[in-house]
């Protein structure tokens, strides 16, 4: 096992996110990288610095006019500022535009070119704030996604990339739930164009749903995720069990909500119905969504994990017997993700 991390991710430092009509200190801080770091460093997983090349392996899943508002949203943020008008300490929208895409749709680029305005289109809610540094450390993170399946498609049985910030949540063209590039769906693209087909399984408390998005009217990469119940979590509007895809993607999206309150044991019962939906796909790699925000301590958790749930994750894994690129997702006890990282990597290496 080898892992990729760029020490440019950290330099993503959010201040703030909206909760209950409130602004929040920010909750997908630094330090979470760093208490992953040192999981791996105890476990003996040697970590290296990804390969920079630039922006096409996010293209193969985002939009380029939407990469290009990433790009320079925060250069933009600064050039608003006029007497007696002062931008905000990060970009923030203040518009939430209706009709947001749903099932595979293609979006074209916002209308119009005021900042404010695209700042509405391309940030789906109010938890993806961008500061001075963030584009680079969004890239880099992505960059360790496509690392991680660059090495397995070299031959590694297996890679895990440090990602952060995290990208599940993140469609083809718009943010959100802290994410920006869906890194795990750049690693399924990529693995897909080497091997042909490819499963993407996802364990964060959340439903993946960019990814679910990004892909839902593909054949060839199918998405699996568990999670807790959309109707009263975080993305809310979708996750639920009858979206199975679109056109010919029909049949190859599977979504497994648990009840609120779930242990180990029907997160089990679920991974099992995820192994076997894979296995008939017969996929001939496998990117793991892996979060750790199912832990039953986790300051955002309405899931009942505990450490031996992450064990029974990675043995699942070295049972499908897959090449495989694991991703990191979310997680928000600082003290308990490096121990379920160290968990995961247990069970995988047996
Ligand atoms: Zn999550």
């Known amino acids: 096992m080898q892992a990729f991390f760029a020490p440019e991710q950290l330099l993503h430092t959010p201040q703030q996110f909206m909760r209950l009509g409130r602004l929040m200190p920010a ?14 460093q105890a476990c003996g997983v ?14 193969a899943v985002h939009a380029p006019h939407y990469l290009d508002y990433l790009e320079t949203a925060w250069e933009r943020w600064q050039a608003l500022r006029r007497p007696g008008v002062e931008p905000g300490i990060e970009v923030l929208p203040n518009l939430a535009p209706y009709p947001v ?44 996604a496509v690392a991680a399946a660059d090495a397995v498609i070299a031959g590694a049985p297996s890679a895990y990339a440090l990602c952060r910030p995290s990208g599940h949540h993140a469609h083809r063209d718009r943010a959100s739930g802290f994410c920006f590039v869906n890194n795990n769906a750049c690693a399924a693209a990529r693995l897909q164009a080497h091997f042909g087909r490819v499963a993407v399984l996802d364990v964060d408390a959340h439903h993946g749903d960019g990814t679910q998005n990004i892909f839902y009217d593909r054949t060839e990469v199918m998405t699996v995720s ?15 069990a009858e979206e199975r895809g679109i056109g010919a993607g029909i049949g190859c999206n599977l979504n497994l909500p648990l009840a609120h309150g779930s242990g180990n044991g029907e997160f089990l019962q679920a991974l099992a119905v995820a192994a076997q939906a894979i296995e008939h796909f017969a996929p001939r790699a ?17 899931l009942k994990l505990d450490f031996e749930a992450y064990r029974a994750t990675g043995r699942l ?10 991703v990191q997702e979310g997680g928000y006890m600082v003290e308990a993700i490096g121990p379920g990282l160290s968990a995961f990597l247990e069970g995988l290496h047996g």
Do not use: M
């Open 27 to 40: 909750a997908d801080l630094p330090d979470r990288a760093a208490a992953l770091q040192s999981a791996l």
């Open 46 to 59: 040697p970590v290296h610095e990804p390969a920079d090349p630039g922006r096409a392996p996010l293209e």
């Open 101 to 144: 895409p749903s099932g595979g749709s293609r979006r074209g680029p916002c209308p119009s070119p005021s900042l404010v305005a695209q700042t509405g289109y391309y940030l789906g809610d109010l938890s993806c704030p961008i500061g001075a540094p963030s584009w680079r450390a969004i890239l880099r993170s992505a960059h360790s």
């Open 226 to 240: 568990t999670h807790a119940d959309p109707g009263q979590y975080f993305p809310f509007y979708t996750g639920y």
């Open 286 to 302: 496998l990117v793991l969504a892996l979060g750790f925000d199912t832990y039953k301590d986790d300051p955002i958790s309405v």
């Open 317 to 326: 894994v070295r049972r499908l017997g897959l090449p495989t690129v694991v």
